[in-house]
């Protein structure tokens, strides 16, 4: 099954702005939500951003999504410590009749 | 929202299981459910998707097909995975989750 492409790391420092890039197809991304979601080790991913580009409650607002065309990018404004963790996109494809993830990104916070 | 998964464990190359997935906190009849593996230390790879509402189609990862059967039991709020003849790299934590919503993670290890 392919995946989304997202680069494999990322990084930036304390207070900066970081954006994780997911791109896609017509197929997936081009006519479908994209769902954004973080992972700490030893734990289950959890929902970052919905499809519609919302929030679930208790998620910061320095987390946000967008997406144009065949692509979609995260965005973390005001970088924090505890935002250090892998991050995944995913979105349905309609051609081949399943869900598609990303690779994930690690974000370092230096 | 709860959704705990069980069933996984250690079992032999060709062999069988089942895992379920426990809802609660949700209409669990009006959600679309996922299966989703990540073998540790590795991305996440979704295996398979079972309709909510009135449907109940099924969708499954090419690498999984003719493998693994999901199903659901609406009265129990329940999901289950049955996979049949176990490969090496089925290892891996297997996760029931809606778009949503995540559960813990059940361990499955193939190993002889």
């Known amino acids: 099954q392919s995946v989304l492409a997202q680069p494999p790391s990322a990084s930036g420092t304390p207070g900066q702005r970081v954006t994780i890039s997911c791109s896609g197809s017509?197929?997936?991304?081009?006519?479908?939500?994209v769902y954004w979601y973080q992972q700490f080790p030893g734990s289950a991913p959890t929902l970052l951003v919905s499809g519609n580009n919302q929030r679930p409650s208790g998620v910061p607002d320095r987390f946000s999504g967008s997406k144009s065309g065949t692509s979609a990018s995260l965005v973390i404004s005001g970088l924090r410590s505890e935002d250090e963790a892998d991050y995944y996109c995913s979105a349905w494809d309609d051609s081949l009749s399943g869900r598609l993830f990303g690779g994930g990104t690690k974000l370092t916070v230096l | 929202v709860r959704l705990l998964e069980s069933g996984g464990g250690l079992v032999q190359p060709g062999g069988s299981l089942r895992l379920s997935c426990v809802a609660s906190?949700?209409?669990?009849?009006?959600?679309?459910m996922n299966w989703v593996r990540q073998t540790p230390g590795k991305g996440l790879e979704w295996v398979s998707a079972?309709?909510?509402?009135?449907?109940?189609?099924?969708y499954y990862a090419e690498s999984v097909k003719g493998r693994f059967t999901i199903s659901r039991d609406n009265s129990r709020n329940t999901l289950y995975l049955e996979i049949n003849s176990l490969r090496g790299d089925d290892t891996a934590v297997y996760y029931c989750a809606t778009t949503e919503y995540w559960g813990q993670g059940t361990l499955v290890t193939v190993s002889s």
């Open positions: 906190g949700l209409a669990f009849s009006d959600h679309a």
């Open positions: 079972i309709n909510g509402g009135d449907s109940d189609k099924t």
């Open positions: 017509s197929s997936n991304i081009g006519r479908n939500y």
